[in-house]
C-alpha cells in the first residue's frame, strides 16, 4: 500500500503509518498532508503516525501543532525522523521516537560499530526532566541535571556537568570502552554496553564521578582526580 | 487590562489541584479581582462541588463549545462572592469532546471582561491537559512532598517547557512541618532542589481544607485557617504583591516556640 500524491509518500509499517515528506516548504506539506488525511479519514482513523520530514528544520511550535491538528483527528503521531538536528532534538524534547526499528544497511551498522562514538556530540544546556529520553548514536554532554524518571542512551561517552540522578546508558551499542562521568553521580541506573550498575548511594558530599568498566569487566565508579 | 489565564495542573491526581484552584479563585475574589473558574476535568467534573454550585448548573464548558447555550448561559455565580463564576464541566461526556483549539477560542472570549481565568487541569499528560494548558499564559504546578508526585511535577515541568509555556511556578501543597522537622517527610528545599522553579507558595496539613471542601466552602475564605492564609498569600503573590512566606513551624506547642525565641536570640 503504497500511495503519491505530489510529495508526500505513504507507506505500511509493521504498527503504524510511515508518511514522508520533502524539502518544499513546511507550511504547504503540511496543509497538503492534513488535506490528504481529511481527504481519506477512514484510512487515517485511529493511526500511528511517523514522520519522516527530511531535513525540515522544525521548532516546538511546528510539531506541536501538527500533532493537535492530528490528535484531533484522530491520528496518534509517535516518531519523526529527520536528517536535521535541531528537529531530532525538538522531536526528543516532545518525547517522540526519532528512529523507527526498521532494518539498517549493513555497512553503516558496522559503522556505527566499529567507531568508538567520534561522530560528533549532542550538546544540551538544559536540565532533563523526568519523561525525557534523549538517544544518540555518538557522546552526549549535558550542562544541567539529569532528574530521576530521564533517560539518555547513547552510543558514545555521556558527560553530565551537573547532578545524575536518571538513567544513563553509555555504549549503548556494545562500546565497553564508553565512560559516565558527572559532577555528582547518584543515578537510579547505569548502563555501559552490556554492564548493569547497582544503584549508588546519593553522597552527603558529591565528588565529580566517573564510571567505566575495569579490567574484570565490571562496571565500577571512581572520584575523579585531575591530572 | 484583559485576565490573566492560569492553569493549574500536577501531573499525579490527588495532590490538591481541585482544591487549589478554588481556593485561589475565592481568594482573588474577595480581594476585588474578577475571576472565572473552568472546570478542566471533563467526565470527572469536582470544581462545582468544592465551590458548594453543584446543584446550579444547568449548562456545562460543552454545551458552550458545541453551541447549545451561550458562554454566559454557562456561568454561574457565586452567591457570596459576586465576582466569582463557574464554567462547570460536562459530566456525562470525555476529554476528547473539547480540542486545545476550542480552549483557545472559549478562553479568547471570557480574557475581556475578567481579571484572572484559571483553569483547572484533570491529572495525567494526556488530552485533557493539553487542553488545560493550551491557553494558559502562565501555568501553576501543584505538587505534594511525596516522592511520586514529585516526579510526575518534574515530568510536567518538562513538558511545559518543551511546549514554551515556562517552566511554570509551583505550590508545595500539605507540607506537614512536624513530619519534615521527623526527617520523615521530603521539605520544602527536598522539593525545590529536584525541581528547580519558582515557589509560589507553601500550603500546610491542614484538616480544614477537607471540611470546608466538603462543605462547599473553601477554606481561603476562613480567616482562622492556616491552610487559608497561605492561600490567600498565593492569590496576593498572583496579583504581583510580595508576600512573605508563612512561618510554618510556629504550631508546635509554646514550650517549643519560647525555645525557638530563646534560640534566635
Known sequence: ?227 | MPAQVITITSGKGGVGKTTATANLAVALAAEGSKVVCIDGDIGLRNLDVILGLENRIVYDIVDVIEGRCRLKQAMIRDKKLPNLYLIPAAQTRDKNAVSPSDMNRLIKDLRPDFDFVLIDSPAGIERGFRNAIAAADRVIVVTNPEVSAVRDADRVIGILEAEDKGPGALIINRLNPILVKKNDMLSADDVLDLLAVELIGIVPEDENVIIGSNRGAPVASDPKSKAGQAFRNIAKRLKGETVPFLDLESTGSLWERIQRLAGRK
Not at chain 1, 485511529?46 to 525540515?56: I, K, M
Not at chain 1, 552510543?155 to 564508553?178: C, F, Q, T, Y
Open chain 1, 1 to 227: 500500500m503504497t500511495e503519491t500524491n505530489s510529495s508526500i509518500q505513504i507507506k505500511g509499517l509493521r504498527d503504524g503509518l510511515l508518511v514522508s515528506l520533502d524539502d518544499a516548504p513546511w507550511e504547504e506539506q503540511r496543509t497538503n498532508f492534513l488535506a490528504q488525511v481529511d481527504s481519506q479519514t477512514a484510512f487515517f482513523k485511529g493511526a500511528r503516525l511517523a514522520l519522516d520530514v527530511a531535513s525540515q528544520v522544525l521548532h516546538v511550535n511546528d510539531l506541536v501543532d501538527l500533532r493537535d491538528q492530528l490528535s484531533e483527528r484522530g491520528i496518534f503521531l509517535w516518531a519523526i525522523i529527520s536528517e536535521s538536528p535541531t528537529t531530532e532534538k525538538t522531536a526528543q524534547l516532545l518525547g517522540l521516537a526519532t528512529r523507527i526499528s526498521k532494518p539498517r544497511p549493513e555497512e553503516s551498522r558496522q559503522f556505527s560499530a566499529a567507531g568508538s562514538g567520534e561522530d560528533g556530540a549532542l550538546f544540551l544546556d538544559k536540565t532533563l526532566r523526568s519523561g525525557t529520553r534523549i538517544e544518540f548514536s555518538g557522546n552526549v554532554v549535558v550542562l544541567g541535571d539529569v532528574n530521576p524518571g530521564a533517560e539518555i542512551v547513547a552510543e558514545g561517552n555521556v558527560i553530565i556537568w551537573g547532578r545524575l540522578r536518571g538513567m544513563v546508558h553509555a555504549g549503548s551499542k556494545g562500546n565497553k570502552n564508553a565512560v559516565i562521568c558527572a559532577l555528582d553521580l547518584s543515578p537510579t541506573q547505569l548502563r555501559i554496553a552490556g554492564e548493569v550498575s547497582a544503584v549508588l548511594k546519593p553522597q552527603e558530599n558529591p565528588k565529580p564521578e566517573i564510571a567505566r568498566i575495569n579490567k574484570d569487566g565490571k562496571l565500577q565508579a571512581e572520584f575523579w582526580s585531575p591530572g
